[in-house]
Structures are given as structure tokens and as C-alpha cells.
């Protein structure tokens, strides 16, 4: 059974700063992982899909890199800005296994 | 715009009746999923569709069934509700395996 965790489970930063959400998995054997961003009292927004071939992908001031070796994703967020506030959750494999989430605060 | 639709966004229910949950999408997708979330448990996989009258058990199938005759719905079955099983149900389709998945609003359900 694939295990999913993510750490830190809640992060607060000030405004400007770069930060780096991680995702560990315990079965490398994927095809896939996702990341998501789920604000307060509403569903999942897909915002980087990274196929097993690939090492990262970029969007905007999102970077996020996979390990499969090691069982590791990821998020760099550049420059976070108080829109950022949410929780961001990984998914892995073909069947979206989730972990717990981060909960992002950005105060301004 | 494509999208995933859920049947409703908050669900009042008696312990004991029998719930349908239903999650349409429009996008000709061959996978769809439904989850649960719980404060702290983040997403839990419940049931996965590959393709019509295909069904897989997630991690926590126990006291749900699903149904997928036709490929655009799929519906979650909560065969005798009970209290444990209030809940936010998310559902998300993919066109493939290894695709980006969509989610749908969630269907808040409470059990009482």
C-alpha cells in the first residue's frame, strides 16, 4: 500500500520569502504525482503534474521535482505572496494516493 | 469549460438510509475516483473506476459500494449511513492513467 506524508503539516512565512513543501512516498514504482492547491471550504486545483520520465516542471513561480529513487517531490514557491494561503496536497500514482497536506499561511 | 459536477453540495441524512452521492464529468474521461476528507487525514481514497463496470477498492471501501454504467457518472453508495460517514466527498476523473486529475466542489455530508 503506497503511504504518502507531507512535511511540514502547517507552514507560515512572511511575504517575499521562497519556500519548499516536501512529499515523500514509500512505493517508487509510480507513474506519476501531482500537485494540488485546495483553498478554505473549497476543491482540489491541479497546479503541476510531473510524469515518472521527468525530473521537475515549472508554472509560473511554481517549481517541483520528483525523486522516485528516493521517493521525494518537491513545491518550491518563489517569491510567496499572501494569495498563495492554502493547503497544498500531493498525489501519487495513477490511482492519486494524497498525503495529509501542507497548510500555507503568507502573511503580508 | 470542463468540469466535474457533484449531485450536491451539502446532504443532510438519517443514520441508516441508503445515500447516493453522484459525480458527473463531461470531459470523456476514463478514470474517476472517490475520495473522503477528514480534518488531519487529508484525502482517502475510496472506490476507482477505470473504464465502465470497472470498480477498484481503495483504502477505506468498508460500508461503501459504487457504480459505473456509463462512463460519464459514477456514483458512491452508502449502503446503510451511519454517523462515521459524515464527511466531504470529493470526486475527480482523469483521461487516462498518468493524466492530470480534476476534482468536483465535494459534496458535504452529514449523518444523524
Known amino acids: 500500500k503506497q503511504e504518502v506524508t507531507q512535511i511540514p503539516a502547517a507552514l507560515s512565512v512572511p511575504e517575499g520569502e521562497n519556500l519548499v513543501l516536501n512529499c515523500s512516498f514509500t512505493?517508487?514504482?509510480?507513474?506519476?504525482l501531482q500537485w494540488f492547491r485546495q483553498d478554505p471550504g473549497k476543491g482540489l486545483t491541479s497546479l503541476l503534474l510531473?510524469?515518472?520520465?521527468?525530473r521537475e516542471q515549472t508554472s509560473g513561480r511554481l517549481n517541483a521535482s520528483l525523486d522516485k529513487s528516493s521517493g521525494r517531490s518537491t513545491l518550491y514557491i518563489a517569491a510567496s505572496q499572501p494569495g498563495d494561503s492554502a493547503t497544498y496536497l500531493c498525489?501519487?500514482?495513477?490511482?492519486?494516493?494524497f498525503g495529509a497536506g501542507t497548510r500555507l499561511t503568507v502573511k503580508p | 469549460d470542463v468540469k466535474v459536477t457533484q449531485s450536491s453540495r451539502y446532504l443532510v441524512k438519517r443514520t441508516g438510509e441508503k445515500v447516493f452521492l453522484e459525480c458527473v464529468q463531461d470531459m470523456d474521461h476514463e478514470n474517476m475516483f472517490w475520495y473522503r476528507q477528514d480534518p488531519g487525514l487529508g484525502l482517502r481514497l475510496i472506490y476507482f473506476s477505470y473504464d465502465v463496470k470497472m470498480k477498484e477498492k481503495g483504502d477505506i471501501p468498508e460500508g461503501y459500494s459504487v457504480s459505473r454504467e456509463k462512463k460519464e457518472r459514477f456514483s458512491l453508495i452508502l449502503e446503510s449511513a451511519s454517523t462515521n460517514q459524515t464527511s466531504m466527498y470529493l470526486c475527480a476523473s482523469s483521461y487516462a492513467q498518468g493524466a492530470q486529475g480534476l476534482f468536483g466542489p465535494g459534496t458535504r455530508l452529514t449523518v444523524t
Open positions: 512505493d517508487s514504482a509510480i507513474y506519476n
Open positions: 510531473i510524469q515518472s520520465s521527468q
Open positions: 498525489a501519487v500514482g495513477n490511482d492519486m494516493r
